[in-house]
């Protein structure tokens, strides 16, 4: 009995695109892959444009299924994708080309290797040399920050092996981090390095601020350290300014020198506070935004309508 590997793409206004890679999909594995059976899953965030109309028209070709969100959800679509996607292993990768196709095979040879999960890890990118290196200032900041090991310049495309899918759908997290997940609860994981390629077609989706929810959702899943470091601040911040009281009792008072301050140091300090306190309430609130969210229970998407499921 063949194997079966499916493929979760996540997409959001990717019209151009979408033809494409299910015909290099498919072309991939009639030739190099044709041992395997190939299901082909697309989770779509609410695009406003053409892109689920195409959808439809692969699906109706078959060998292609899809998920359609009733609204956006630009943080767990994706993850919630691998979720649903099935098979005896799950490969995520963009509809953007921005990951090449040829990686595929790699990620299978790997899995059948003895591989539960393979991370796709880029080594470089012909995109914007500038992002690459603030992404680079990021991993240096996340790996000082995280409590275990991470991998830098993984997104989260790879293949997952169906076990190590079981065990995210057991833990049933409506935050989810998958970095933080394979990372604390993976099993015999693999790298594979690609270089980043340019966009396709389209422009990316993921704005500044995007970015930098991206990057405070996976620090505040992953640290332990900022609670602890704003303690330690405190303490540092009160024991420098008793020092100084001290200093500014003995010079003024005790010693009689004529010493005056001023107001000046007194409005640095009290900026200066402020400043440190609102920078760590603002983290400590992105901590308990999270525990809000699992009491809860929010869902990771909601569906608006499924295709191509009742035909495999």
Not at 7 to 15: F, R, W
Not at 38 to 57: A, G, H, M, P, V
Not at 154 to 161: E, M, R
Not at 186 to 202: F, H, L, Q, S
Request: proline share 3%; glycine share 8%; charged share 20%.
């Amino acid at each position: 009995m063949m194997k079966k590997i499916s493929i979760c793409i996540p997409c959001y206004n990717e019209e151009n695109n979408i033809h494409l890679m299910v015909e290099r999909l498919k072309e991939l594995f009639r030739n190099e892959l044709s041992s395997y059976d190939c299901s082909i899953l697309f989770i779509d965030n609410n695009s406003t444009d053409s892109t689920r109309d195409i959808i439809r028209e692969e699906v109706a070709r078959g060998g292609v299924k899809a998920i359609f969100n009733a609204r956006n959800f630009p943080m767990t679509s994706g993850y919630y994708g691998l979720l649903n996607a099935g098979g005896d292993c799950t490969i995520s990768i963009p509809a953007d080309f921005q990951i090449p196709i040829d990686i595929v095979p790699k990620l299978v040879k790997e899995w059948e290797g003895g591989a539960a999960i393979v991370c796709a890890v880029k080594e470089g990118t012909k995109s914007s040399r500038l992002m690459w290196g603030i992404r680079q200032r990021f991993y240096h900041l996340y790996e000082n920050l995280a409590n275990g090991e991470i991998i830098s310049n993984y997104t989260g495309a790879g293949l997952y092996d169906k076990k190590f899918l079981d065990v995210l759908r057991e833990m049933d997290d409506p935050v989810p981090n998958l970095l933080a997940m394979v990372m604390s609860h993976g099993w015999n994981i693999k790298k594979v390095y690609y270089k980043e390629e340019k966009r396709r077609a389209g422009k990316t989706k993921n704005n500044l601020l995007s970015l930098i929810s991206i990057a405070v959702l996976r620090i505040t899943n992953t640290s332990i350290i900022i609670p602890r470091l704003t303690m330690i601040i405190g303490v540092m911040i009160s024991l420098i300014s008793f020092a100084g009281a001290i200093v500014y009792i003995i010079l003024s008072l005790v010693l009689r020198t004529g010493f005056i301050a001023g107001i000046i140091p007194i409005l640095c300090s009290i900026f200066f506070m402020g400043s440190i306190l609102m920078i760590f309430l603002g983290l400590i609130g992105e901590y308990i935004i999270k525990i809000n969210t699992r009491v809860t229970r929010a869902p990771l998407v909601i569906e608006d309508e499924r295709v191509g499921f009742d035909k495999e």
